[in-house]
Structures are given as structure tokens and as C-alpha cells.
């Protein structure tokens, strides 16, 4: 488990760009705009996850509190 949670909130590089958004925002050679967009893409893969984790944790909760 605590290996899991380390791989989820480890800084990796994660440039998960399409190859035509990639080339698109590379071509203005604006590095600002490619890291947002770098930023927004890892920030909407995480929220999906934080909200099970969220359900999970009180699944949990409500699990052991009936015990």
C-alpha cells in the first residue's frame, strides 16, 4: 500500500501530450505553454483519482465503524 501511494505522488516525468498537441504547442516555442498545458493534463488525471480515494476512505471509515 505504501508503495502504491509513493508511485501515485512521485514527481515522474509525466509529459503525456498527443503527438499533435506536443507538435503544435512546440512549433510556437513557447515553453511556458507547453508546461501549462503539461500541468492541466497531470492535474485532470489526479482528481479522478483523489475522488476514489475520497469514497474509499469513507467506505473504510463506515466499514470499521460498525465493528
Do not use: W
Amino acid at each position: 500500500m505504501l508503495l502504491t501511494f509513493a508511485l501515485c505522488f512521485m514527481p515522474i516525468a509525466s509529459f503525456s501530450q498527443c503527438a499533435m498537441c506536443r507538435a503544435a504547442l512546440e512549433s510556437t516555442g513557447d515553453n511556458s505553454k507547453v508546461e501549462a498545458v503539461n500541468d492541466g493534463i497531470v492535474f485532470l488525471m489526479a482528481i479522478p483519482y483523489i475522488i476514489v480515494a475520497g469514497i474509499g476512505f469513507v467506505v473504510y471509515k463506515m466499514y470499521y465503524k460498525k465493528k
